[in-house]
């Protein structure tokens, strides 16, 4: 059975601070997503990694995905309020492209 | 083009009854997927359809099912409703392949009482 541990769980810190969010597998992934979802609302695509040690920006955010393509981490520089929300990390693998989700990362950013 | 539509947005049953939600993909996705989500949780995989056939299937019990229909319209039904079937529950599509991008709708929000 595949899993992807996502850590933290939760997380809240002053604006303008920098975090990190991991997302952990033993298995090996195709894909990578990364979505953010909001109070009432269903979840947005961030980014997609398919390569092994690929690294994407987005405005503040960086995503990593690992060599073995078993890992991947979302760093956000300079957190401001706007970035609240919760993060989901999903990999695609199996012969049905079948999604495995990580359990999510609550981010609160105080102002 | 329109995104995933959900209906109904809200509802609300009494334990004992059952539920049937219905997904409206977007035009040209063949596959669609159902989640749980309590409040503050991550996403509980239900079931996927892609072309009217169950692809995938997550660890619920049988009081929840689902089917696909010929123009890739989605339901889940949810039988014998308990208090803890309480969630908003997402449907989601995307296009065949790797790597695409999966596009939510905005969920059902049921309550049981």
């Known amino acids: 059975t595949q899993l992807l541990e996502q850590s933290p769980q939760f997380l809240s810190i002053q604006e303008g601070e920098n975090l990190t969010v991991y997302c952990n597998s033993s298995s090996v992934f195709s894909s990578l997503q990364w979505y953010r979802q909001e109070p009432g609302e269903g979840p947005v695509l961030l980014v997609t990694v398919v390569t092994g040690g690929e690294v994407k920006k987005l405005k503040r955010l960086t995503f990593q995905f690992g060599d073995a393509r078993k890992d991947s981490s979302l760093h956000i520089t300079a957190a401001q309020p706007g970035d609240t929300g919760l993060y989901l990390c999903?990999?695609?693998?199996?012969?049905?492209?079948?999604?495995?989700w990580g359990a999510g990362t609550k981010l609160i950013i105080k102002p | 083009k329109a995104g995933v539509t959900q209906t109904p947005r809200y509802l609300i049953k009494t334990r004992g009854q059952q539920v049937t939600l219905s997904c409206s993909p977007i035009?040209?996705?063949?596959?669609v997927s159902w989640y749980q989500q309590t409040p503050g949780q991550g996403l509980q995989f239900l079931f996927e359809?892609?072309?009217?056939?169950?692809?995938n299937k997550g660890n619920f019990p049988g009081r929840f099912s689902g089917r696909q229909f010929s123009n890739s319209r989605s339901e889940m039904n949810v039988s014998t409703l308990e208090l803890g079937d309480s969630a908003l529950y997402l449907c989601?599509?995307?296009?065949?392949?790797?790597?695409?991008?999966?596009?939510f709708g905005e969920g059902s929000w049921l309550t049981v009482v």
């Open positions: 359809y892609f072309s009217e056939t169950q692809r």
């Open positions: 999903a990999g695609e693998g199996g012969s049905n492209y079948q999604l495995i």
């Open positions: 989601a599509s995307r296009s065949a392949g790797f790597g695409n991008t999966i596009y």
């Open positions: 035009s040209g996705h063949r596959s």
